[in-house]
């Protein structure tokens, strides 16, 4: 299903939801962590999702062990390296990963900016051990309030030339877009591309906010834009990227199962919809899976499932000078 002669690209993807069940058990050991389980198969219960989840909110709590494992700054380091290895096992040629710092610094009492610091290290070292390009989006978590998210957005700032976009995560249905108003202007004056979670747990003015009140190029998962004819018709005409993650928006329980999911409606429609993994650790899936599993039971055809890929390269927040040297690159490996 995945066009070899074309860039494999992911725009949608947690690392703080990306880590190995391997990595969560080494430092747990190393840590001497109370860790519910010390194999691989009798821990992933607890980290992994097994059956759907009653909403987006609880899906978020097997987040525990994912971040609970991150008692220092070279383990925040060590899973964004194993993230951009991960990508090179997936056949990924670029890939841009979103965090949380004061999200990810809760467990062990960090310090945000320096799990920003240890993220671009560990990034930019994978970037040069893997061949895999990588970008970085940071996230403002709404679910603690406009007070705490400033200074999660301070804290990005400290390394705000290796950051390329900034996100609103966290509890859409109660934190709306309008209160991060400010955070995104000053985002936007940094030179940030600027995505947004909208429309998953919250209705079509969530995604019309997004892209009024933060200024969202893109839209992550989206899926009641459905409920709004103009709305489609406005993603549509301005090629808003729209991050799709099928498997997920089936467990956390946005959409009842894989047929009912919007991605196929998106791509008759014209939109720039693409194809994500969202949080492959907590969901057990990569990349591949989601186009070669989850797309066709979608209902997706082969050539919606080449269109999703190619429109992820579209809507990547790249030049279009990179975008030529990624095809390019691409091409390139399918020939020889």
Known sequence: MIDPTFPLVELHRHLDGAVRLETILDLGRQHNLPLPAWEVETLRPYVQVTDPQPGVMAFLTKFEWMVGVLVDYDACRRIAYENVEDAKREGLAYIELRFSPGFMALAHGLQAEGVTEA????????????????NLIGILSRTYGVEAAEREL???????EHITALDLAGDEAHFPAPWFREHFRRARSAGWRITAHAGESDGPDSIWNALSELGAERIGHGVRALEDPVLMETLARLRVGIESSLTSNVQTSTVPDYPSHPLRRFLEAGLCATINTDDPG???????????????????????????????????????????????????????
């Open 154 to 160: 301070e804290a990005l700032l400290t390394q705000r």
């Open 282 to 336: 907590i969901s057990g899936i990569d990349l591949p899976h989601e186009y070669n599993v989850a797309a066709p039971a979608a209902g997706l055809t082969p050539e919606m499932i080449r269109q999703a890929q190619y429109n992820a390269l579209e809507a990547a927040f790249l030049t279009e000078e990179e975008k030529q040297a990624l095809k390019t690159a691409a091409a390139r490996g399918a020939h020889a």
């Open 119 to 134: 993220i671009v290290d560990g990034v930019q070292a994978g970037q040069r051990d893997f061949g895999v390009r990588a």
